[in-house]
């Protein structure tokens, strides 16, 4: 592969008038431009981006982790970034993780070496802090919480709030056996969320009824049928998010539960396939797009950013759809 001197040979020109040409950092004679350009294009030379961004102090590149490109939360999450990032003339660097904790790290380390802008991160990985400690870009983290303070800032909605809403809601609606399908618990969503139900249940004298799931519709199908077999009595059921909510309507179905007249669903998140589904699934509502835009827009403008650890922390809402109904309706 030829590099920067030998074009600098061909065309009879420096290297620095070479890097001049390609990064259009300074003024060159149209000859000597012209002539760069001809052995360019009769070579195929490729300019290469890591010493290009290292001149420009700026790579244009935004790392972006995520725990699973399955999830539609994160698929919303990505396309989001992506186009922000590409309206400001930045790129994006995509690792779909799958909670692997080698997998992250070796991500970290690839856009260090490529001299990222930064890294914006939503890791189910609670060892990965230790890691994010060595990093030498700016790192924000989305819908996640460490103790670390080398993170620029943490962008995550009010979960707690969330799992007091859909405890609160489905008490309206009249249901008296409510079971509540809690995320794994070393996720600070999942956490936030059932400590929310938990306290309702405490201010209210209501015995907890709960069972365990990861945020997977095949974990949802499994759960929900266990579920069905530790509650028989359910009249109510809070899905830990979207995804587990519309696998709990799947087995529900199936075993001609009526929803909601015998029983009750409600999500979390409001992804886009909750209000295309069929019946539209009521759910607890974070504000996906200002999330993710808020997540991009800190590695953009990170030098203007001064905070360390920062928590930037969005109201989420109730969405009202057809799988729950309050008494009389």
């Avoid at 779909?96 to 490529?114: F, Y």
């Avoid at 009249?174 to 306290?199: E, T």
Wanted: proline share 3%; glycine share 6%.
């Amino acid at each position: 592969m030829i590099n920067i001197r030998e074009v600098a040979k061909l065309a009879g020109v420096s290297p620095a008038t070479v890097s001049r040409v390609i990064n259009g950092t300074a003024k060159v004679s149209a000859e000597k431009r012209a002539r760069v350009l001809e052995v360019i294009s009769a070579t195929e030379f490729v300019p290469n981006e890591v010493a290009r961004s290292l001149f420009r102090k700026s790579a244009k590149l935004i790392g972006l982790i995520i725990p699973s490109i399955k999830n539609p939360y994160f698929t919303q999450v990505a396309s989001v970034i992506e186009h922000l990032a590409t309206d400001n003339g930045y790129r994006v660097f995509l690792c779909d993780a799958r909670d692997d904790l080698e997998k992250e790290q070796a991500a970290i380390q690839t856009l260090v070496s490529m001299n990222a802008d930064g890294i914006i991160i939503a890791s189910t990985n609670e060892r990965i802090e230790d890691y994010l400690s060595m990093c030498q870009i700016p790192v924000v983290a989305v819908d996640t919480m460490f103790s670390n303070k080398n993170v620029a800032a943490y962008v995550y909605s009010d979960y707690y709030t969330g799992g007091r809403m859909a405890m609160e809601h489905l008490l309206e609606c009249g249901c008296k056996n409510i079971v509540c399908i809690k995320g794994p618990q070393h996720l600070y969503s999942a956490k936030g969320r059932y400590q929310g139900y938990q306290d309702v249940c405490r201010e209210r004298g209501i015995q907890e009824q709960t069972v365990s799931c990861d945020y997977d519709f095949e974990a949802g199908i499994a759960m929900t049928e266990e579920l069905l077999r530790l509650y028989p009595d359910v009249d109510g059921i809070i899905a830990c998010n979207d995804v587990v909510a519309l696998s709990t309507y799947k087995v529900l179905h199936r075993q001609n539960i009526s929803v909601p007249d015998q029983v009750q669903l409600i999500g979390f998140d409001d992804i886009m396939w909750s209000n295309l589904f069929t019946p539209a699934l009521t759910t607890i509502s974070q504000p996906i797009q200002e999330i993710a835009t808020k997540a991009a827009e800190l590695i953009i403008d990170i030098e203007k950013y001064e905070g360390k650890g920062a928590e930037i922390v969005y109201p989420v809402q109730l969405v009202v759809r057809e799988t729950t109904k309050k008494k009389g309706n």
